[in-house]
């Protein structure tokens, strides 16, 4: 048992630190951002600077021009990197393109990655994840899929309609999931650039962290060549799967670096602000909060650690994915939201990154997976296991 | 004990849930609302619907125009005006305006009502309430009140800062706490359109229900004739106790029927939509949630019925108004968020009214005083009782 | 709307909390109890001191010798009546006799009541209600019901086995419950001094607050005369029903007074007792605490005289008796954990009060529906109202 | 990071798990325990089979006989030990003797090793630490404390009064907490068998797992001579943290142990047990529950892990283990409360292992410092910490 960092990992996780100190949180209030996430403008920018900090997409393979992060490895980055809303951003490991950096490089063809991943990893476009769809078809249960690939000579032709697209908007290509006559779910690479792909509209969020926001998108018959499958024809599911518990947990890194900024933010204004005679934090009432918070940050840590080492051990960890997305997203949730409360009016005002934070982090609690079906998912797990 | 309500109130009750639906639900996707709140135009159109059906100010007295309701039938009107985020808006019972026409009508000069409740019962004019100052100033804390007023003459010079001073903007008069050389807290009635007052901006907010926003407002050596001090010099903060005590409870009242409208909300989609071959109610995860929401709206409910009959009964009822605050805050937050992850996507947002419920709601366990401050009231009485 | 008590039953009230004040409490530490409940000896005498209090079996009807309390005059009564865990033994308002007066009132004929009713209500005997199965009989849900009732000539023979049967030892009869041949659900009436009832034995329970404590109980060809059916044969499950809505309230209303003595002692512990420097209670995480336990003490009370109220309308008042029962269990639960921790070693040894409650307490989140049952009754009464 | 255990520590881990289940779990209904305790007898044997399986006060020095567990070990095998309310009676890894071997092991003179750890490290005797006293003296706060130690001659002679004292009877020793007349604090060693010291009582407690019980002690001019003192003069206070620190921590790897067990039976009951069609573990509102225990069970031992790590590499970890006692102590409470509530009626009975471990765990919350206490020193420390 050793829980100590590499000093190889320290001096990365602080240059981390400091380029979001430096160079990415002085553009938080930057004009170039709205209720649909940062413009092309401001990524391109923040890119760039990572690019220069040697920061960029480091959770990619070496060979695609990344650090080849382990998984502990990037627990201990993209938590820095989430300090800031910009930072994920910046180091070019935000949701959906770090998860879909990571599927296409575990089954794509050479062709697809030199095509779509590697402009990706360069952070030179964005893409999406085409799955959820509107009632009644695939939402957090993706075996009511709707949207329909049926087999045309060399293509596939595609139909359907699916929302929630993060990033849909300024994406130069999709990962569509679609089902075949025969039921079988498979994934489709498609440029977002054709006739057959129309984004209908965005959709209003609470959030406003992910560049492009969220979409919705129709497929009208839309013409993919059977080399664009990604992998294998039938697999839909099991990439899913391959896609979603990495992808889960990378979540938890990213929010765990956001709890962190709130709890930093509210402690800041306990130390400093009076109130009846003494400061905040003098307060009882107000220091039990904090050290909840500090509790909270401290468990989901290393929920996560734990988690990502047993990914870097090679086991699928899907029962300990499950574990740290519901634990982490309630314990990110609980700990922004009692900074809201320390930080009283503050909290509910753009005063403070708080609220931004407060805002982008409600939908992790549903997203990937809402807590129900996870919960649900360790249950069945636990129940199955003889004892 | 009887928990009925007379005919006369069932049919007030009923009137106004027809006039949400028929007159005021179908305005909330209206363009004329941003990210402070509905504008004037609006707002106007809302009022004149409200006035034909009878419904306008109604917890004004008689003779001011109002329907003279006592704090039960209050407790009953303005739980369904809350029904839709601009229900209270329509009916003119929204904050501050609420309150501070029943401060006015309690300590106001008959010619202070004339020139100003009167319109402002009328529905042709806004308010606001000038007390909230930026640190150090007075926060949750009120003793810690900055903003000061210096006597000249036949003339009070009031120089400071209030901030979060909701419907600012466009507000036709304010009124003000300073504190005199003194330190005795007094307030002013203080036309908005003068020289010595400067909004220096709208905050971003987490709500968007309050026409006017929140604001930032500099007292600039504003004058202020003696004349026109709210009742007594001195009584600033035994009168910020009348306005907060019964205010307290008509917020709960309202956010009571936002509550209900998200619940309802979340329930027929739980009804509707599908997961896992069910729907999404049959799923105990969720219709306990959905019972959960059935518990909070039915114990909110009965604690503001019962401080509203203490109050109407005489009763100061400040431990019981702090008790209703801290529950119905509390518990109505609960509803929303548990209404939230019920809609999943859908939840975070615009799709439903739901996601701006949720937004506009989050502040309520923050202003009127904290849960943490009225806990520590309702504590401090507990243990000052002898038993 | 009106949240007054009658003078007369404001009368009752106080002399009830007299009662129990002067002659049920100084008994608390009386030696004739134990890990099973009050003896009959100690039973016996507190039964005498409320006949002579004019307070005995007061919710029966007058014409068995009660005051016949509407709902609501339980409410009151019975809270009073629990602020000593021997209140409701004096008062004879205890589970399961008051459950069983209630319905056998209701549904036995007149030669029932004349025979088995009668000294029950006198206080001079005890009864048992023997419905609870071991694995894999009926338990949380009742259609698992094991026990058989075979028609035999003008009798029944009856076989099974119970338990969790509360009272059992001591008890004079028992209201059975089994199911004939063709499935249909019986009670029946039966003097437990026959040789087809033995008990096997007393279970060790975490409470200790029922005469007679639980037993499990074999019925091995029991003969029942078929006059000895209570009500009609096939209504065993209705006539549960008739049981338990109310009981279910009655048990409410026991526990809040009870969890109203946790806080009282938790209370005065706190005003008095010192560390770092001031009272426990002038510590905020303290005095938070004791604000909660008064929030859920009123919300508790509240929701008990809503739903008595409704019964006393003469509505049937499931859905609301099953939430109390929930909110209450709950609340009270939440309370005397509080108690329990404010006190600390005080709260975890026999030094005061509130160890006992505590470990009386834990079950009624169980019996009578758990939780989790009644949350899923109250999610199906909401899913399938129309709305 | 390495989150894996040396072969050596599965073994031993494995050893002890196969001890617990073969020797040590079919005595847990063993006729010799009560109230207070499992008796000398039971304590003789269990200690005896511990022995013979070389598993007797592993976290002793190797010098006293032990193995010289470092805490990330005894992490490991105290959880095996807390498997069975008995398991750190049979290893003799139980409070207050482990911490007191600690101690003595820390601050202890050679002869004081020789005469009263070395007998307590091979399970010939028990010993007590005599520190909380009754109100108005020192209970979670420790400057509070009143017994006296006033220099005679080559002795002390100590006057005072202490409860909660664990273990008093049939303890061969006591550690002494007592003040001089300059207050500082002190620690003396006197044997039990004292006409000075009188064992007024056992207090009649929630739980029952410590041998001896919780006593009264009465010093009533014991002679102490100044050789034993425990270290040095004065730095009672001090050696309480160095005592508190691991001791902490111990008792959160033992309570998780227990909480597991707990866990297992009711995973085991819901996987058997049916209810309404179908088990009562694919009832979602029971899965939940199964999900959160194990979600508590993860996560409180990477607490616990970490912090013993912190400790192997020589910090003090006051925080970390402030940090741990809070966490582990309020998950394990949930857990355990979670398993009555899905074992339902014998969850409240002795018809399983829970209802003991239910009663025995509460008491967690409060000593060692509630949580209360726990939570302002992290708060503090949050809050003094520059950033």
């Given at each position: ?6 000093p ?127 009632d ?44 075949l ?12 650039n ?5 984004l ?14 969220h ?11 059977a ?6 024809v ?18 938890c ?46 468990t989901?840590r290393?929920?996560?650690w ?82």
């Amino acid at each position: 048992m050793d829980f100590s960092l590499s000093p190889k990992l320290v001096e990365l996780q602080q240059r981390t630190r400091e380029f979001i100190a430096s160079d990415v949180i002085p553009l938080e209030n930057d004009a170039r951002q709205g209720a649909h996430g940062p413009s092309e403008a401001l990524r391109a920018e923040l890119i760039e600077r990572a690019r220069r900090a040697g920061l960029l997409t480091p959770h990619a393979s070496v060979e695609l021009g990344g650090l080849g992060l382990t998984h502990i490895e990037k627990a201990i980055v993209f938590e820095e990197a989430g300090y800031s809303p910009l930072g994920p951003v910046a180091l070019n490991v935000h949701a959906p393109d770090e998860g879909n950096i990571h599927l296409m490089d575990v089954v794509g063809s050479d062709a697809q990655k030199q095509r779509w991943l590697k402009p990706l990893v360069e952070g030179h476009s964005r893409s999406c994840f085409a799955m959820t769809e509107p009632d009644p078809g695939a939402g957090a249960d993706p075996g009511m899929l709707r949207t329909t690939a049926v087999r045309d000579g060399d293509d596939y032709v595609i139909n359907g309609t699916k929302w929630f697209i993060t990033g849909a908007e300024g994406a130069a290509f999709a990962i569509i999931m679609a089902k075949l006559d025969d039921g079988a779910a498979t994934m489709f690479l498609a440029d977002m650039n054709q006739p057959g792909i129309r984004l209908e509209r965005l959709m209003d969020s609470l959030d406003s962290c992910f560049t492009g926001g969220h979409g919705v998108l129709h497929f009208e018959n839309l013409r993919v060549p059977a080399t664009d499958v990604l992998g294998e024809v039938g697999k839909g599911f099991r990439y899913a799967q391959v896609r979603l518990a990495p992808a889960r947990l990378t979540h938890c890194m990213r929010w765990l670096g956001q709890a962190r900024r709130a709890h930093d933010v509210a402690l800041a204004y306990a130390r400093r602000r009076q109130a009846f005679g003494k400061t905040l934090g003098e307060h009882e009432g107000v220091g039990f909060m904090l050290a909840d918070n500090e509790l909270d940050l401290q468990t989901a840590r290393l929920s996560i650690w734990h988690t990502a080492w047993l990914l870097d051990q090679g086991h699928k960890g899907n029962l300990e994915s499950s574990m740290s997305k519901v634990f982490v997203s309630e314990a990110a949730w609980r700990i922004v939201d009692r900074c809201v409360q320390v930080l009283g009016g503050q909290g509910v005002t753009a005063e403070t990154i708080v609220m931004r934070i407060f805002r982008d982090l409600r939908a992790f609690r549903i997203y990937d997976g809402p807590s129900e079906v996870h919960r649900w998912s360790i249950a069945r797990k636990l129940l199955s296991n003889a004892s």
